[in-house]
């Protein structure tokens, strides 16, 4: 089994920064796209951001890019979203995800990740 724990949520205000931070541990997952997703409340989940396995190929959605930068930390299985230029309606819960049958790039259909964890509450305060 694989679990996936993100850290690092809190109360900010309109214009400040977060760092996320997302460990996957458990049965060794070989290489994998990971990616955030959010969900605010009575809305959808939605796609933030993804990377490859390497690295490599990043990709944002349009409501972030500019402000958000995902990255792989340097502990193997660990990813990273930095939050900057935080806006009220970034407020949501967010969730790290790891997609199993994809390394080279990633996707951002949530229904392609295999594992997530349980979710990390951002708010903005405005």
């Known amino acids: 089994q694989v679990q996936l724990e993100e850290s690092g949520g809190g109360l900010v205000q309109t214009g400040g920064s977060l760092r996320l931070s997302c460990v996957a541990s458990g049965r060794t997952l070989g290489p994998h796209a990971m990616g955030w997703f959010r969900q605010a409340p009575g809305k959808e989940r939605e796609f933030v951001a993804a990377?490859?396995?390497?690295?490599?190929?990043?990709y944002y959605a349009d409501s972030v890019k500019g402000r958000f930068t995902i990255s792989r930390g340097n502990a193997e299985n660990t990813i990273i979203l930095q939050l900057n230029s935080l806006k009220p309606e970034d407020t949501a819960v967010y969730y790290c995800?790891?997609?199993?049958?994809?390394?080279?790039?990633?996707?951002?259909?949530?229904?392609?990740?295999?594992?997530w964890g349980q979710g990390t509450q951002v708010t903005v305060s405005s």
């Open positions: 990377i490859s396995w390497t690295g490599g190929n990043t």
């Open positions: 995800a790891a997609d199993s049958g994809r390394f080279q790039t990633a996707t951002m259909t949530p229904s392609e990740y295999d594992y």
